[in-house]
C-alpha cells in the first residue's frame, strides 16, 4: 500500500525541532563547542535534537504497542531513557570529530547530560502532542452536513483520511482507530471521540469500544457473551450493559 505523507505537517514538525534546536544552541548548556562559531553551535545542536527526535518517535511507536496499560509518565520514561542511550555514542564521537577526548569512566556523566536533555523534548512532545490532537474539540461534534465521521477522519493522518472507520477503543490516554487502511493511534479521549461521533450510525458496546455500523463484519454469541467482528477480523467485546443496544439495532443476525 502507498503511503502518503502529510508534508504539512511534517514541515510544522521540523521547524519547532528547527526552533528547539537554535534555542539550545543560544543556550548552549553543558558549553558544548564553546570554542566553535555559532554556526558550528547551531549545526551541532539542531542536529541532535533532529536525530533525536528520529529515535523518539521510533521508540515512542513500540512503546505504545508494547508498554500498552502503562501509565503514561513510565512510558516517557522508558521513551527518554532510550533516547539518551543512542544520543550518547554520538556525543562521544563529535567530541573526538572536534579534537577532544572521553575517558571511559565519564560516559555515565556523558549519559546523564543527554538524559536531561531527552526528558525536556520528551515532555514538551507529549505536551505539543496534547494540545493538538490529545484535548482537540469539535464544536457540536459534526460539520456544517451532518458528516461526523468525515469530520472526526479529517484529523487523521492523510493515509486514513478517505478509509472507512470501522471502531475506535480506548487504551489508557490513547485511542486507536480502527479502519479500511488499518489502525492509527492517537491521543484522545473515547468520551470525546464518541460526542464527536454521536450523530453516526454506531454504538457503544463496550466501556473502551465505540464501533461503526458499516464496521461490522459479523456478530455472534458464544456461551453467552457477544462478539462483533469487524471487516479488518479484529474481535470487539459487547459488554452486559450495552448488549440489549446491539440486539434492538438488529446488529445480532
Known sequence: MRIAI??????????????????????????????????AVWCYWTGLVIYGSVIGWGTATLALKWLDGLPIWLILAVIAAVCALFVTPVLIILQHAFGGRVPLDEYPRVYSLALVISIGITIFGYLLDR???????????TDETGNSVATFMSRLPLPYRNADLYAISSEDHYLRVHTSAGEHLFLERLSTAMHQLERA????????????ETGVKSVTTSSGKMIITLKSDVEVPVSRTFAPKVREAGWLG
Open 6 to 39: 502529510d508534508w504539512a505537517q511534517r514541515g510544522r514538525q521540523l521547524a519547532i525541532l528547527v526552533g528547539i534546536g537554535t534555542f539550545l544552541s543560544i543556550l548552549n548548556p553543558f558549553n558544548a563547542g564553546n570554542s566553535l562559531p555559532f554556526w
Open 131 to 141: 494540545a493538538t490532537n490529545g484535548d482537540a474539540t469539535v464544536d457540536g461534534g
Open 201 to 212: 450510525p454506531g454504538l457503544q458496546t463496550h466501556r473502551s469500544w465505540w464501533v461503526n
